[in-house]
């Protein structure tokens, strides 16, 4: 994962596919003292910090994405707080 990092000023084109993407990890926990857990890291505590912070996305020109994937973007998240787009 990353902290506070900026994806600025970039020109992405006919690139097939999303253009940017973060994603993190969540724990293995389903509840607040962890007696209820799964064995992989898909609960939804995100207390352990396994995910990318404080991204910046700035300026960026994206065109012509998902020429061979349908459901692309510019920005792809998941488990990705505190994003400013």
């Not at 993407?21 to 389903?30: L, M, R």
């Not at 910090?49 to 510019?74: A, C, D, F, H």
Request: charged share 15%; glycine share 10%.
């Amino acid at each position: 994962y990353h902290r506070n990092t900026t994806i600025s000023n970039n020109e992405a084109a006919w690139i097939g596919d999303t253009a940017f993407a973060a994603w993190g990890h969540s724990g293995t926990c389903f509840n607040e003292n962890c007696s209820w857990t799964t064995p992989y890291k898909v609960g939804p505590d995100g207390r352990g910090g396994e995910q990318p912070r404080y991204t910046r996305i700035i300026g960026n020109l994206v065109r012509e994405v998902g020429i061979w994937q349908k459901q692309s973007s510019m920005w792809f998240q998941a488990l990705t707080p505190q994003t400013y787009l």
